[in-house]
């Protein structure tokens, strides 16, 4: 599946946390993946900061 | 007799007067003679008939006569119906009818030709015998003219034309016969004579030479043919040339003269790629623009996609950005740039708000000492010795304003508030000169501004002027450049603000490729009855592309059956059923400028591309005592 629509995904999971049950598992893996990434970036960011 | 009388009476007393008048005779006739002659008893009636036969003769004889009219009397021709007929068919005038006519003359008729004043008047200077005149003159002939004696005397001097040689050098000189002493082409009189020849000047030979008219034309033909051949040589020549140099043009708008591993191309979208941009990664950059377009403030809506295709469409790649209206000011701009970190929004463009007009036009300028009154388009004067000052008083006390002023003034004049004299942008003293403009930011100390001169005598005349309010905060922030839209004020930051935005996917360049903007955005979602979009604030205008995502296969399903909810936030379609995911892609409708575009490519004459890891890579050659070193280094 296209970045962006990962992306997209992991933004409505962010606002609807029911949205990931809902997902087929290999996108809510890609999903979940996503987000986890994104977390762990902003968490070097702040290191950096 | 007496029985007679008797009925005479009676007829007297009933009958009327042709009764008496037959009476009157029957006396006469019995009786003849006077009225001595009738016997005394008949007298009476005798004279009573006579009274009546005078009346009646009287009578008869009136109604028999017509009144008379002084200078007419009885005709003795008859006026019948028919004379009277005619006479009503006559002209009122008959003589003056008359006269408008001309007697007739034997052998003489109406001409069928009008003769015109203009003829008559080339007549009267006709000579008296036209023929005779004629006589004196000679038939006109084609290219002959008359020639005195004196000159046909002349030509006997002249050689015979017969086997005449002659040169172009002389022939101006007509009356030398050193113009036939020059020999070098034979003309003979039987040759110039011959249709259709035509005598010509050899600038090369100096001689003059006889040739056809036709041999004339066939050149000429062919010298149109060569003129012909020559312009579609030229034209070709150009086209050809034109080519080469929009080649070099190309070569130049791309020259990387520094051998740079990336290129920039800039412009409103869309923007073409050169030749020389690699099949690799690429990134953009969107600046700000803000209008007024149609009456409506508006900004470049960077949220959409940025696209880049190959030259004929192909391999499209795109890139999606969600971020807030970008803005400029005339002088910076806001931006979205790929920073280390994606994407992000390079805020320069501070917003204020403006207040309405203040202005009162009766009076802009009221107060109090040595000034004469001072309403806009007039000019106020300093009165009194060290000058004087006139306040706008219809401002707040310590509120800030921003003062736009066209004025002409001679010099020394300040604008000011009373005490503090709290100034932005805008020195005390004006600058002397005519229709001067200023713009500057005064906060009120007293509840008005002030025009001040220290000199008396000394004169200006506010033109126009434009005071509105503008809040304290944006006063600090606003710097040196600013521009107004509408109600609002853009002024550049003083220190640039950078924020991440939402971005996702993948831009690549292409040889010959383009690169633009539009207004579509990629959504995903699992439908519930129906499908609602993510970005309420950019609703549905269009749909692009529906696509069903299942068991890890895609399904692009017909957007035209798709149903659009009215309020362009969601929408449904036949084949989706609740639990579905769907990804999809929609156009929204929303005013947005065109605003510059900046797309950084490699260079591919400079760097080379890894087919497998996208990532680019610059090859330098060294040769060291006859070993060829070659390095990549990743750019």
């Known amino acids: 599946m296209n970045e962006i629509y990962i992306k997209i995904l992991a933004e409505r999971a962010e606002q609807d946390r029911t949205l990931l049950a809902k997902l087929p598992e290999e996108v809510r893996t890609e999903v979940e993946k996503y987000i986890e990434d994104v977390k762990q970036t902003d968490t070097d960011n702040e290191q950096i900061l | ?635």
Request: no cysteine.
């Open chain 2, 1 to 635: 007799m007496k029985i007679g009388a008797i009925g005479i009476r009676t007829k007297m007393i009933v009958g009327d007067a042709a009764t008496w008048y037959l009476v009157k005779k029957y006396v006469d006739r019995k009786v003849g003679g006077g009225i001595e002659d009738v016997p005394e008893e008949l007298k009476k009636y005798v004279r009573v008939l006579d009274s009546w036969v005078d009346v009646t003769e009287d009578l008869e004889s009136i109604s028999n006569k017509v009144d008379k009219v002084d200078g007419k009397g009885l005709s003795t021709e008859d006026y019948t119906t028919a004379e009277k007929s005619k006479v009503a068919n006559m002209p009122l005038n008959t003589n003056a009818e008359l006269g408008f006519k001309v007697d007739k003359v034997d052998g003489k008729g109406l001409s069928t030709e009008d003769y015109t004043t203009a003829e008559k008047s080339k007549v009267a200077n006709m000579p008296l015998n036209t023929n005779a005149e004629l006589g004196f003159k000679v038939d006109k002939v084609a290219g002959s003219s008359l020639v005195p004696d004196t000159e046909i005397d002349k030509l006997a001097e002249y050689p015979e034309f017969e086997n005449l040689e002659f040169s172009h050098a002389n022939l101006t000189d007509k009356n030398s016969e050193a113009a036939f002493q020059h020999v070098n082409t034979t003309v003979t009189k039987e040759t110039l004579d011959e249709a259709d020849k035509v005598a010509l000047y050899d600038s090369v030979t100096g001689k003059v030479v006889l040739t056809h008219k036709s041999n004339l034309e066939t050149d000429l033909t062919t010298v149109n043919q060569e003129i012909t051949n020559l312009q579609n040589e030229v034209s070709l020549l150009d086209a050809v040339q034109s080519a080469k140099i929009k080649d070099i043009e190309n070569v130049l708008s791309t020259a990387n003269l520094n051998q740079s591993a990336q290129l920039s191309v800039s412009g409103v979208s869309p923007i073409s790629l050169p030749k020389n941009a690699a099949n690799g990664g690429m990134s953009v950059k969107l600046e700000g623009l803000t209008e007024d377009v149609g009456g409506v403030i508006t900004h470049f809506e960077p949220t959409g996609r940025v696209r880049s295709v190959g030259k004929n469409g192909l391999n499209p790649t795109a890139l999606y950005l969600t971020a807030p209206e970008l803005r400029s000011n005339g002088l910076v701009k806001d931006e979205i740039r790929k920073g280390a970190n994606g994407y992000e929004l390079v805020k320069r463009v501070g917003v204020g708000t403006l207040g309405g007009e203040i202005i009162n036009q009766a009076n802009i300028l009221e107060g109090f000492v040595t000034l004469n009154a001072g309403i806009l388009g007039t000019t106020i004067t300093t009165t009194g010795p060290g000058g004087g000052r006139r306040k706008a008083p219809f401002l707040d006390t310590s509120k800030w304003y921003k003062i736009t002023l066209n004025y002409t003034a001679d010099a020394n004049w300040e604008i000011r508030a009373f005490a503090t004299q709290p100034l932005i942008g805008l020195a005390p003293g004006l600058t002397a000169g005519t229709n001067v403009n200023l713009v500057a930011f005064i906060q009120s100390s007293d509840g008005g501004i002030y025009f001040r001169n220290a000199y008396s005598g000394r004169v200006i005349t506010i033109n126009s002027m434009s005071i509105k309010e503008v809040s304290t905060q944006d006063v600090i922030a606003i710097g040196s450049t600013f521009s107004e839209f509408g109600s609002n004020i853009h002024y550049d930051l003083a220190t640039p603000t950078i924020a991440p935005i939402s971005y996702g996917g993948i831009l690549n360049s292409a040889e010959n490729g383009t690169v633009y903007h539009e207004p579509i955005i990629a959504d995903a979602g699992v439908y519930d009855t129906k499908m609602d979009i993510l970005l309420t604030d950019y609703p549905i205008a269009t749909i692009e592309e529906i696509i069903k995502h299942e068991n890890g296969v895609d399904t692009y399903l017909d957007v035209s059956t798709a149903v659009i909810a009215g309020d362009g936030l969601s929408f449904t379609h036949p084949d989706l059923a609740d639990g579905d995911l769907v990804l999809f892609t929609y156009a929204f409708d929303k005013e947005s400028t065109n605003g510059n575009i900046t797309a950084s490519f490699y260079d591919s004459n400079v760097v080379k591309i890894d087919t497998i890891t996208g990532k680019a890579y610059k090859i330098t050659d060294v040769v060291t005592n006859g070993v060829l070193t070659r390095t990549l280094t990743e750019v």
